[in-house]
């Protein structure tokens, strides 16, 4: 039995994607309550997704006492920041019963501008005890995985090194074309306009963001994700909790897609622009050298500026997010051998 520990569906974000595509091929799908939206300004809200965590975790106590937790068993973990992911195994090892876990690492204290280097020192063994308690963990790119091997050189001497493997975050591109088909839009009908997806936070670039957009009053841009109340420009446009169809359509009607963030481990905003055929610049830094092709990266802000003001075709061929769909597949194929 392959039981899943999901994460909030949450239609601002890709997690209700990862939940969909991950449930066809587990056996049980475990939800807690979700309370609201977005509220703190991170992935997730920090206290709804705690007590969302929390309560899964009980539902897991109540399944070993019931005894319905058997030898063989395998938990799928979503999101292996989760508070008490060590009380599975304590449980487990406890009363003896032989289970595995897998889990996804989206980001977290490997990576140097993560929003969690501001915690504690108890983060750095809490996230090496990850890759001591799980058979494998999955990352987004080698970028990442690089970033777990520099923080965590022991990894290497301890032989666990074959437990990160690189399958890209759960993509789905049939998800995808049913919420909005992903049908290519003329380039000349497209709206002058640039969608900028990233959450409005220092490790996203938001600062280099909102200096090119006053430099830049006569490009528009799209935020979609964001505070209200935070300043912007008059040439900027906040889209506030769009529906995921909603957004897709704004993708499909855009020229460009920018980002300037220093922190992406694979980049789902990325990969649904390539999808509906935007035009993309992204920094030459994190995952973004992986995912797009050499020349719609840029190394500083003239060369941006170049870019997009270019009559050249920046668009990615479809391929480059093609590569990542259906690796669920992969992730389960991994977990089941």
Known sequence: MIIYLALEDLDQRYTNMMNTVVSRYVDVVLRGTQYGKIASGQFLDT??????????????????????IKDGDKFFVSDLFWPGLESIKYMAELADIDV??????????????????????????????WYQMCEKVFVGSEFHKRLILEKFSALNEDGYLEKIIVTGAPWDLNYVDEVYPTMRVEKSIRAKQVVMASRLSWEKGYGEFLDFAIKHPDIRFFITSGKRGMFVPKNVKYAFDLSKRDYYKLLSQSEWFVSFSYQETFGYSLQEAIAYGCKIAVPNRACY???VPHHNLYNNIKQLEAMLQSDADYTVPFEMTNQWNDNVIDIMRAIKK
């Open 100 to 129: 595995k876990i897998y889990g996804y690492s989206h980001a977290g204290i490997t990576d140097p501008v993560d929003f969690v280097n501001k915690l504690g020192d108890w983060v750095v063994p809490l996230e090496y005890s």
């Open 47 to 68: 206290f709804g997704t705690s007590r969302w965590k929390s309560e899964i975790l009980t539902q897991v106590a109540e399944m070993f006492m019931q005894g319905k």
């Open 289 to 291: 050298p992986e995912m």
